[in-house]
């Protein structure tokens, strides 16, 4: 892709922060470029890396193919709807996904409502550029959500599903009119592949607490479907979890693997007067 192409696809309002020093920043040509002059360049890949002194994660291009293969299946349709509808509700404009991963999610939001700006935020390089490879519409960041690369209040939603939360950062770019859209799973999600790996029983009180003493929660919805499976996407639910990380997955597993259990919980969250 050209890179004008991939500048063309950010916001070039004055949005940014630099992720190395936090001073303002602003796109130029093919580059992000804070006022102090640190530089972050556009990549002609389809994304800009912000993540200095990068690791790799141990989330891998198997992990996020695997999980695009489910995605593509329609496996998690009935939480796309529910997101697009919570989306319309409370999204004004700009929307970051942090955790966004292969980006299906972004993908398919951008072509339900293509007046909104969504970014795709991630810290696994292998994630962001199998995003890019998919999606030519929405612009991708390489980015840690310890410091996000966007000012205050110069965001009116957060997505941030079945990820790691920094309360404090989302509300920073959020300000008191934004909202952050969260899911968790439920007590029953993937509790086949539990079963298989002898993973102990899942209970969400201490995320939902978690979540309640960080910010008001102001809607909640739940979203739960059982399905059946055939080998091959039994290999890829278990290819695409956590759960089988230190497991090799065996041809039995597969075999056992008959239907699986999407259990998620959304909840639409906004900061409390006069947090942070």
Do not use: W
Not at 109 to 130: M, T
Not at 239 to 260: A, C, G, N, R, W
């Amino acid at each position: 892709m050209k890179i004008e192409n991939v500048v063309k696809k950010f916001d070039k309002n004055d949005i940014y922060l630099c992720p190395k020093c936090a001073a303002e920043a602003k796109i130029e040509g093919i580059s992000l470029i804070c006022v102090d002059n640190h530089r972050y360049d556009f990549s002609k890949k389809g994304y800009i890396h912000l993540i200095n002194n990068y690791k790799p994660t141990k989330y891998n291009e198997e992990l996020f193919e695997a999980r695009s293969t489910v995605f593509n299946n329609g496996f998690y349709g009935n939480v796309l709807d529910a997101l697009g509808s919570l989306i319309e509700k409370y999204a004004r404009d700009r929307v970051l996904d942090i955790g966004c991963g292969e980006g299906y999610y972004i993908r398919k939001l951008k072509e339900k409502f293509p007046d909104k700006c969504f970014y795709g935020l991630d810290n696994s390089k292998d994630a962001i550029e199998l995003a890019v490879k998919e999606d030519k519409k929405n612009p991708y960041m390489i980015a840690n959500l310890s410091n996000l690369p966007f000012r205050d209040n110069s965001v009116s939603c957060i997505l941030n599903i079945l990820t790691p939360a920094n309360y404090t950062e989302f509300f920073r770019v959020l300000g008191k009119d934004g909202y952050l859209i969260k899911v968790i799973p439920n007590a029953k999600y993937l509790k086949e592949i539990r079963s298989i790996t002898a993973a102990k029983e899942y209970k969400n009180d201490d995320t939902i607490s978690l979540i309640e003493e960080n910010c008001e929660v102001v809607e909640r919805v739940n979203v739960k479907e059982t399905y059946v499976l055939d080998s091959y996407l039994a290999e890829n639910f278990l290819k695409m979890t956590p759960l089988t990380f230190s497991k090799q997955i065996l041809e039995s597993d597969i075999q056992k693997l008959k239907e699986i259990t999407i259990d998620l919980e959304i909840l639409v969250c906004k900061k409390y007067n006069g947090q942070f």
